[in-house]
């Protein structure tokens, strides 16, 4: 495993928890993350902790290349208050924009398997209680001989293009004068090509064709895998739902409202676009 982390670089998942003990750890406390204000970073070392409790639940990261094995503890304030450590407690979304890839795949990855422990206790077919597996990332009931896996929900996230413009919306419960990209879920039964089309039509009134896969990003709000398109401008004009968008607008390129960070996979999209359409005017 080690060495596939180093070879691949970056951060490599793995549920090996047998092989001794963590080269680092990621607290949480109550859905926070705790956070080394002097070193802003979520990867605190084993030595730096007081006595290690036993915590209230524990998982394995993975490999973090150049750094080593890292777990996830779950503990209770009163314990981190005995840390020598200055900390902050911080929400996933207090961390968009904060961490560098890197860091926020291991509070992602963190949170959504402590989540998922706390959730699937039990069996859902029998009621009994269910146990961690020591070879993968899944929770045991030994008397159905079921293995139960963390929730991953797939999601489409596009970029609608039209010439120099791009379609962005905005939910009411954003901060003001933020838009980003249109997202949705893939429902049972469909593509992800087709879940996108569906989507945009349903948040936006807008047809859209020529979808083209950009990237893709694990979104822990709370278990999204985001798969990132752009989309061509088809026909219709803008007719927001006023339940998923409270606002959709065509904007050009030099002329972008507030929008996500770059860390984000929708900041990401907006800015290819605006590489994109910056570089195709500059060599016409």
């Keep these: 495993m080690e060495l596939i982390a180093e070879r691949l670089g970056g951060f490599y998942p793995s549920a090996d928890i047998a092989a001794g003990g963590p080269d680092f750890v990621v607290l949480s406390v109550a859905g926070r993350i705790a956070v080394d204000i002097a070193e802003g970073s979520p990867r605190l070392l084993p030595q730096q902790l007081p006595a290690a409790p036993t915590p209230l639940q524990q998982v394995a990261l993975g490999y973090l290349s150049g750094v080593g094995r890292g777990h996830a503890w779950q503990v209770s304030e009163q314990w ?23 860091d926020f795949a291991l509070v992602s ?9 706390r959730e699937h206790r039990f069996c859902g077919s029998c009621g009994r209680p269910t146990s961690s597996s020591r070879s993968d990332h899944a ?8 293995s139960f896996y963390a929730k991953i929900s797939p999601c489409i996230i596009t970029l609608v293009e039209r010439g120099d413009y791009c379609l962005l919306g905005r939910q009411g419960s954003w901060p003001a004068g933020l838009f980003s ?10 593509s992800a090509e087709q879940a996108l089309r569906r ?25 999204q ?18 339940v998923e968008l409270e606002a959709a607008q065509w904007f050009h390129y030099r002329e972008l409202p507030r929008i996500p960070p770059p860390t984000s996979i929708s900041g ?3 800015r290819a676009f605006v590489a ?5 005017h500059e060599s016409a």
């Design 225 to 242: 895998l985001m798969l990132g398109y752009f989309a061509r401008y088809a026909g219709g004009d803008i007719v927001v739902d006023g």
């Design 109 to 117: 990855r963190a949170s959504q398997l402590l989540q998922w422990q």
């Design 181 to 190: 990209t249109l997202a949705g879920f893939i429902e049972p039964g469909e």
């Design 268 to 270: 990401q999209l907006i």
């Design 276 to 280: 994109a359409r910056t570089t195709a």
């Design 80 to 102: 981190l208050e005995q840390t020598p450590l200055e900390l902050e407690l911080l929400t996933l979304r207090e961390l968009v924009g904060r961490l560098d890839a890197s």
């Design 139 to 146: 929770l045991r009931c030994e008397p159905c001989d079921l």
């Design 199 to 223: 989507e945009v039509m349903e948040e936006s009134g807008i047809d859209t064709d020529s979808v083209r896969y950009f990237a893709s990003q694990a979104w822990p709000f709370p278990s």
